[in-house]
């Protein structure tokens, strides 16, 4: 079946610091690919998410490519900072259905 | 524009007891579904309701049931708890599962003992 693999955490990074989370997806069609954020205590937030091969979704300064030839969709930010300390999901959905896989979540902490 | 809520925020049951929990979806969306997310781990699809019929189910036991009324906010009931139960639960909504992304809840943390 369909599944997301994250890399492990927790990823403790000072301020200023390059972030890479890496995310790769097993899926039978061609799935949407979406990461969320979520800070102590709180829901989801969509971060950014990509629809189609290469495209590349960004906000707040991340970014991730949708690498079908690796099947990945790794999240990256030049220069993180401590309020980017949170749990971040990658997660996707494929075309006619209408669930999200979600990955088991990287924890970011960023140190002053 | 409102976003979803969720209540309680918290809540503490008994094993063998029932639950019932409550989702406003954001205004505009017609498209609810459920989450569970144990500790430590990615959310887990339960339910989706779209237009207040069940639109497409995870694997959960029957025990997991759900309805949506037609301004489109939505419960999730649980019969006879366990302690696995132990969750965030979390409320997401869209406009008919367009993949713009869910619009997430804060979620409910269940707590059984």
């Known amino acids: 079946g369909d599944s997301v693999t994250q890399m492990e955490g927790p990823v403790t990074l000072s301020e200023e610091a390059f972030l890479t989370i890496n995310c790769t997806y097993t899926?039978?069609?061609?799935?949407?690919l979406f990461w969320y954020v979520q800070y102590p205590g709180e829901g989801l937030q969509l971060l950014l998410k990509a629809t189609k091969a290469d495209d590349k979704g960004s906000n707040k300064g991340f970014e991730a490519t949708y690498r079908k030839e690796t099947t990945s969709f790794h999240l990256e930010k030049g220069s993180v900072q401590v309020s980017d300390s949170a749990v971040y999901f990658c997660?996707?959905?494929?075309?006619?259905?209408?669930?999200?896989?979600f990955g088991t979540g990287t924890r970011l902490k960023v140190l002053a | 524009e409102t976003g979803v809520t969720q209540s309680p925020t918290h809540l503490i049951k008994t094993r063998g007891q029932q639950v019932t929990l409550r989702c406003s979806s954001q205004s505009g969306h017609n498209t609810v579904s459920w989450y569970q997310q144990a500790l430590g781990q990615g959310p887990q699809f339960i339910f989706q309701?779209?237009?207040?019929?069940?639109?497409g189910r995870g694997n959960f036991p029957p025990r997991f049931s759900g309805l949506q009324f037609p301004n489109y906010s939505s419960e999730l009931n649980v019969n006879a708890l366990e302690l696995d139960d132990s969750a965030l639960y979390l409320c997401a909504s869209s406009f008919s599962n367009r993949e713009d992304g869910y619009t997430f809840g804060s979620g409910t943390r269940l707590t059984v003992v």
């Open positions: 899926a039978t069609g061609y799935p949407s």
């Open positions: 309701y779209y237009r207040e019929e069940e639109n």
């Open positions: 997660a996707l959905s494929t075309s006619g259905t209408y669930k999200y896989i």
